[in-house]
């Protein structure tokens, strides 16, 4: 005799199988085979379910369509920001800890996300502003030591900025790691 409780099952099936047809790029193989299976088989035991006179159901059987539903979503949502371009990056639009040194900047970025690894063409990333005007020339002294004391992240390309003056590179070095000693060390080999 079919039940509310078949319904549930078979509504929670339904669900499942969301993740096995939504054209979303970002699902793996193993999430669209692993959604399929449970699906089908919820479904399928819905029926065989449905079909018998009579079967005590657990009570989780009324919330389950909701925890599928989130689980999906979860799926959906997580392929979602992973097709989009920029995921994994920090605050300034980097894969780094650090804000890139040029070189960086003109390579490709790499991110590794579930065990796969996508590369992203340099130019896909937007540049903070905040890097761009750490990097410049023409950016003010004053600017910079604002920059400075905003993001550790910039220490680098303010360090190797010409326009940084003489009490910033100290600061920096003071509160920098070795890297940023290196780089003010650099400058005044060249």
Known sequence: MWSIYDTCILITGMI????????????????????????????LLSFVLGSLTSFSYPG?????????????GAVISQAVRRDQPGVGHGELGHTTSHAPSAVEADSAVALAFD????????????????????????TTPEELARLAHSSSALWPDIAANPAAYAGLLSWLAQHGGPEITEIIARRSTS
């Open 16 to 43: 499942s199988l969301i993740v096995a047809v939504v054209p979303v790029h970002g699902i793996s193989s193993k999430h669209r085979v692993i959604g399929g299976a449970v699906g089908g088989g919820l479904i």
């Open 60 to 72: 989780l059987v009324v919330v389950m369509p909701f925890i599928a539903a989130l689980l999906v």
């Open 115 to 138: 065990g796969h690894s996508y590369a992203l063409p340099a130019a896909t990333p937007a540049v903070h502003p905040d890097l761009v005007a750490a990097r410049s020339a023409d």
